[in-house]
């Protein structure tokens, strides 16, 4: 699986922007999705994760109520809605997928392995 992100750009404080993940390769699906970020000078951290059929859904602390993550399973994509950014929001975004069920790690595990990852896209939010 190949992962394309796009979508980034430079929003105000208290914008909203859509980021886009487009699949190619022959399976799709039963994958888990998730988008994750980093920072300058931190680590890569979890911000929202799906399930194969789009069922469950889960979401760092600092996003929710903000952000919403959803899939397309028919046309391989996942998105990410990002509502009422924040500066603390800046950071290079990535998406990933992985084929073991357990999206919570993502969130509780330091660097989880994911099977794919793909290139980052850089969501700036300005004060």
């Known amino acids: 699986v190949q992962l394309q992100a796009s979508g980034g750009g430079l929003v105000q404080a208290g914008g909203s922007l859509r980021l886009s993940c487009a699949a190619s390769?022959?399976?799709?699906?039963?994958?888990?999705l998730g988008w994750f970020r980093q920072a300058p000078g931190e680590e890569r951290v979890a911000v929202a994760g799906i399930n194969w059929s789009g069922g469950y859904t889960y979401y760092a602390d600092s996003v929710k109520g903000r952000f919403t993550i959803s899939r397309d399973n028919d046309n391989k994509m996942v998105y990410l809605q990002m509502n009422s950014l924040k500066p603390e929001d800046t950071a290079v975004y990535y998406c990933a997928a992985d084929r073991s069920g357990a999206i919570s790690r993502w969130f509780t595990t330091p660097r989880p392995g994911m099977d794919y990852w793909g290139k980052g896209t850089l969501v700036t939010v300005s004060s």
């Open positions: 390769g022959r399976t799709f699906s039963p994958i888990n």
